[in-house]
């Protein structure tokens, strides 16, 4: 019965503790480098979307920017490389998207073992 309730405890803290984590940056460049941070709930994939944005006034520019965050399943299926967007004299076109499954943050397993030993040791 011991045994039954440790491997219980350990299994809820392991479901409770675990969160997804994607790099998350926005820079005006073909990348950008940041911290990886933990997503919010319903978040379960890593956007790294490029874009390049074009305006025709005062004289014709372009400019290349790279967002990489937290997503979801929902939100990724309606982005498609080559969609646009006008904006009167800003336009949008989206280059190159990529939305990988977030990878779960390891460290609350240590957590979860910890407390099944703790149990361990006081039954």
């Known amino acids: 019965m011991k045994t039954f309730l440790g491997l219980l405890l350990l299994s809820v803290l392991l479901i409770s503790g675990s969160s997804l984590e994607c790099d998350t940056c926005m820079a005006q460049a073909n ?18 979307a490029l874009t390049v944005f074009t305006m025709d006034a005062p004289s014709p520019s372009k400019i290349t920017s790279r967002v990489k ?9 309606k982005l498609k490389p080559g969609s646009s967007v006008n ?25 979860a073992l910890s407390s099944f030993l703790f149990l361990k040791l006081l039954w």
């Open 31 to 48: 990348d950008c480098t940041g911290k990886k941070q933990p997503c919010s709930s319903g978040q379960d994939r890593c956007l790294d």
């Open 69 to 77: 965050s937290c997503f979801t399943k929902i939100e990724c299926e």
């Open 87 to 111: 904006f009167g004299m800003v336009g949008a076109v989206l280059k190159n998207i990529e939305c990988s499954r977030a990878p779960v943050i390891s460290g609350s397993f240590f957590l």
